[in-house]
């Protein structure tokens, strides 16, 4: 089962920032918080992913709460191409060695709209 | 292009028949992973391969379906004697054990009739 909560889906308008918001209580230590979206038939896109400090990239922003139990994900400009499904996911990674596999969710529907 | 790449994309096939479905992971990428979404679910994990041996696999993976790595590139899911409830987006997809975000392919269709 997915380790993450998430909001069913969310509305932003064309042009705002969208935060989207995602609950991991029970992360571990070696847990790794990654984001996908899901474009309607394609394939999950890889966002972005972090361990405890806040990361950025060309797609998006990470903030993620001192203790690790959740996070946000902000994109600081969305468009109508945003619209998308935004899967959290937790991940054990250990670089080189022992690493878990995606365990999806349902995620959050993002509605972009103008 | 050098994303994960899936064949067919879309396959239409008759209850009972034989399917199989190519995955071309990412040049140097030793992890191969298999997937399965069906509508309005998020993707199911089937099972993965570092290089040539088969680690894991999901409990969803009856004896109907087989998956091969044979030389450590390309991947093969067969399903056998096919189900409607196999009807379904197949997803591969692909990481290094040294930089391990996995990337995904543009999924294969199978819709059975």
């Known amino acids: 089962d997915a380790k993450t909560t998430q909001p069913t889906s969310m509305d932003c308008a064309e042009g705002r920032a969208a935060n989207l918001p995602c609950n991991h209580s029970?992360?571990?230590?070696?847990?790794?918080v990654y984001w996908y979206r899901q474009i309607h038939s394609q394939g999950p896109q890889y966002i972005i992913h972090g361990l405890k400090n806040n990361e950025t990239n060309e797609m998006a922003s990470l903030i993620i709460t001192e203790d690790r139990k959740s996070s946000t994900l902000i994109l600081p400009h969305a468009t109508l191409r945003d619209t998308a499904v935004y899967y959290c996911?937790?991940?054990?990674?250990?670089?080189?060695?022992?690493?878990?596999?995606?365990?999806f969710g349902k995620g959050t529907k993002l509605s972009v709209k103008p | 292009d050098t994303g994960v790449s899936q064949n067919p994309r879309h396959k239409i096939t008759k209850r009972g028949q034989n399917v199989t479905f190519r995955c071309d992971p990412i040049s140097e990428h030793n992890r191969l992973y298999w997937y399965r979404q069906t509508l309005g679910q998020g993707p199911e994990f089937l099972t993965y391969f570092q290089n040539e041996a088969q680690l894991e696999k999901s409990r969803l993976l009856s004896d109907r379906f087989s998956a091969e790595r044979p030389k450590g590139s390309f991947s093969t899911l067969e399903i056998q004697r096919t189900e409607q409830g196999d009807s379904a987006m197949y997803l591969c997809a692909s990481s290094h054990t040294a930089r391990p975000t996995i990337y995904f392919g543009e999924g294969s269709w199978l819709t059975v009739v």
């Open positions: 029970t992360i571990s230590g070696n847990e790794y």
């Open positions: 996911i937790v991940r054990v990674v250990n670089y080189g060695g022992s690493q878990g596999n995606l365990i």
